[in-house]
């Protein structure tokens, strides 16, 4: 069975601050790990990793994957008030077509 | 967007009835997912479905059904609602099973 652990559980910084988020994972075929971001609503779409090593990057976020020691980190610089959500990850393996998620980290950014 | 929705968004129903929550999506993706979410857990899998009238059980099926009798509409049926299944349920759909997925609005249940 797939699991994946996310930590810590929530985070409060203040705005400008750099926080980094951990998943970490074990999975028996692993395809890929995903990122995601939940405010109010539905989960958007940060990123997908396949490859340890290479960091993928969005403004102020980034993300990178460690296959050999199982993890990944969500790193935000500079934070803004609008930062403020729950982080989620998910592991895909190749047996399946189905993502496993960790259970979220929350972050609260305060002005 | 993949062009989801859900409906109902929000229900409110009594123990031992019947539930029915659809997801229609516009995108003529695959593969479709339902998802329950709680506090502390994340995001669990109910069941999902890799075609038309092709579906199979995730982590957290027991007390639902679906059934997918169309591309685009895939639907989550508890038989006899309990307030264990109180809950927020997302579903969610992709392409080609490989990317990322695409998600609804939720539906959140309450079940008294």
């Known amino acids: 069975e797939d699991k994946v652990v996310q930590s810590p559980l929530s985070l409060v910084v203040h705005e400008g601050d750099t926080v980094t988020l951990n998943c970490s994972y074990e999975v028996t075929n692993f395809r890929s790990l995903l990122w995601y971001k939940q405010e109010k609503k539905a989960p958007t779409f940060l990123f997908m990793l396949?490859?340890?090593?290479i960091e993928k990057k969005s403004g102020r976020l980034s993300s990178i994957l460690d296959k050999k020691e199982l993890f990944s980190i969500l790193n935000i610089t500079a934070t803004q008030t609008g930062d403020s959500a729950v982080y989620l990850c998910?592991?895909?393996?190749?047996?399946?077509?189905?993502?496993?998620f960790g259970g979220g980290t929350r972050l609260m950014v305060k002005p | 967007d993949a062009g989801i929705t859900q409906s109902p968004r929000h229900k409110v129903t009594e123990t031992g009835t019947p539930v029915t929550l659809r997801c229609h999506q516009t995108?003529?993706?695959?593969?479709m997912y339902w998802y329950r979410q709680d506090p502390g857990h994340g995001l669990r899998l109910i069941h999902y479905s890799y075609g038309v009238k092709d579906t199979d059980k995730g982590e957290v099926s027991d007390g639902y059904s679906v059934s997918r009798s169309k591309t685009e509409d895939f639907l989550l049926t508890l038989e006899s609602a309990t307030s264990s299944q109180t809950s927020v349920y997302f579903c969610a759909t992709n392409g080609d099973g490989t990317g990322e997925l695409f998600f609804g609005e939720g539906s959140r249940l309450t079940v008294l």
């Open positions: 998910a592991v895909r393996d190749n047996a399946g077509n189905m993502l496993t």
């Open positions: 396949t490859s340890s090593g």
């Open positions: 995108e003529n993706h695959r593969y």
